[in-house]
């Protein structure tokens, strides 16, 4: 299963020899028969490969001393070194957004090695049901049951409603969602906003204006709790330049040879294009009487 995903010799090798290495095909599957997608599903394997590669350097062998713990520790390992590959790292330090997928990945291998036995199950204390816990749950059960959710839209919106409600509960006092305002509830977002970038913020606004619509529905929240959620705007095409630099026109100019008639007629083209403003149509259809 491991070869469908990893094409490449040298790269399965480097998966397999780590304690992670094992368990990859049956992992495959499993995540298969869950209706996950593709890439996303290779995803998931290069971040665990990394976490094998971590558990090298801690000279773990036995996946039976693993605790939800070394997540944690894992991420500060992983963010702490410069890699060639895996999820890319654009702020310093690792944004948000690639933390929840390094953490979502490694919740799903460790469900799997829980399941078939080769990781010890929860402790007590990592297993306690922080605030807000059912909430979670009744909301995931109702995004499969009756919006008919793909597995993996429900880990999306799992990872970002846990996120809000961790934010959420280390305010002081503990807020009741009972009484939640408007007010904390975009101080809460303003915090999770920070460090992502366009996309990821544009995804976490999304989410939370359905959990909040749905905790509206239900009496959770006030009906007057409706917060302010920006979104960024994003636009097909904007991140590609406006005009090109003028040193690359002249660039281009100086490129064409101009001892040939085809030559000459090449840069009066790129040059009127460059400096009047005419488009290839109105160019293509210029003739001689048109030039004053």
């Given at each position: 299963?491991?070869?469908?995903?990893?094409?490449?010799?040298?790269?399965?090798?480097?998966?397999?020899?780590?304690?992670?290495?094992?368990?990859?095909?049956?992992f495959?599957?499993?995540?298969?028969?869950?209706?996950?997608?593709?890439?996303?599903?290779?995803?998931?394997?290069?971040?665990?490969?990394?976490?094998?590669?971590?558990?090298?350097?801690?000279?773990?062998?036995?996946?039976?001393?693993?605790?939800?713990?070394?997540i944690?520790?894992?991420?500060?390992?992983?963010?702490?070194?410069?890699?060639?590959?895996?999820?890319?790292?654009?702020t310093?330090?690792?944004?948000v957004?690639?933390?929840?997928?390094?953490?979502?990945?490694?919740?799903?291998?460790?469900?799997?090695?829980r399941?078939?036995?080769?990781?010890?199950?929860?402790?007590p204390?990592?297993?306690?049901?922080?605030?807000?816990?059912?909430?979670?749950?009744?909301?995931?059960?109702?995004?499969?049951?009756?919006?008919?959710?793909?597995?993996?839209?429900?880990?999306?919106?799992?990872?970002?409603?846990?996120?809000?409600?961790?934010?959420?509960?280390?305010?002081?006092?503990?807020?009741?969602?009972e009484?939640?305002?408007?007010?904390?509830?975009?101080?809460?977002?303003?915090?999770?906003?920070?460090?992502?970038?366009?996309?990821?913020?544009?995804?976490?606004?999304?989410?939370?204006?359905?959990?909040?619509?749905?905790?509206?529905s239900?009496?959770?929240?006030?009906?007057?709790?409706?917060?302010?959620?920006?979104?960024?705007r994003?636009?097909?095409?904007?991140?590609?330049?406006?005009?090109?630099?003028?040193?690359?026109v002249?660039?281009?100019?100086?490129?064409?040879?101009?001892?040939?008639?085809?030559?000459?007629?090449?840069?009066?083209?790129?040059?009127?294009?460059?400096?009047?403003?005419?488009?290839?149509g109105?160019?293509?259809?210029?003739?001689?009487?048109?030039?004053?």
């Amino acid at each position: 299963m491991l070869n469908t995903y990893i094409q490449l010799g040298h790269v399965r090798t480097r998966y397999l020899s780590t304690p992670i290495g094992p368990y990859y095909d049956g992992f495959v599957s499993w995540l298969e028969e869950r209706g996950f997608a593709r890439s996303t599903i290779g995803l998931d394997l290069g971040v665990t490969a990394a976490f094998g590669e971590y558990l090298l350097d801690r000279g773990v062998t036995e996946l039976l001393e693993l605790t939800d713990r070394d997540i944690e520790d894992f991420l500060e390992w992983y963010l702490a070194r410069p890699r060639q590959r895996g999820p890319a790292r654009r702020t310093p330090g690792g944004s948000v957004s690639l933390r929840e997928t390094l953490v979502g990945s490694l919740r799903e291998i460790f469900a799997y090695l829980r399941t078939i036995g080769a990781m010890p199950p929860p402790q007590p204390a990592e297993a306690s049901r922080p605030p807000y816990d059912a909430v979670t749950v009744e909301y995931l059960a109702f995004l499969a049951h009756h919006r008919g959710f793909a597995p993996r839209t429900i880990e999306i919106h799992r990872s970002r409603v846990e996120a809000f409600f961790v934010t959420l509960a280390l305010q002081k006092p503990l807020v009741a969602l009972e009484v939640l305002t408007t007010r904390a509830m975009e101080e809460v977002f303003l915090e999770m906003s920070e460090g992502r970038g366009r996309r990821s913020q544009q995804i976490m606004t999304s989410t939370l204006e359905a959990l909040l619509g749905y905790l509206r529905s239900n009496g959770n929240i006030p009906e007057a709790c409706r917060p302010f959620l920006p979104r960024r705007r994003s636009y097909a095409l904007a991140a590609l330049p406006t005009a090109i630099p003028w040193e690359q026109v002249q660039h281009a100019l100086e490129s064409i040879d101009r001892s040939t008639a085809l030559g000459k007629r090449d840069y009066a083209v790129f040059l009127i294009l460059a400096t009047s403003g005419l488009r290839s149509g109105e160019l293509c259809d210029l003739a001689l009487e048109d030039i004053d």
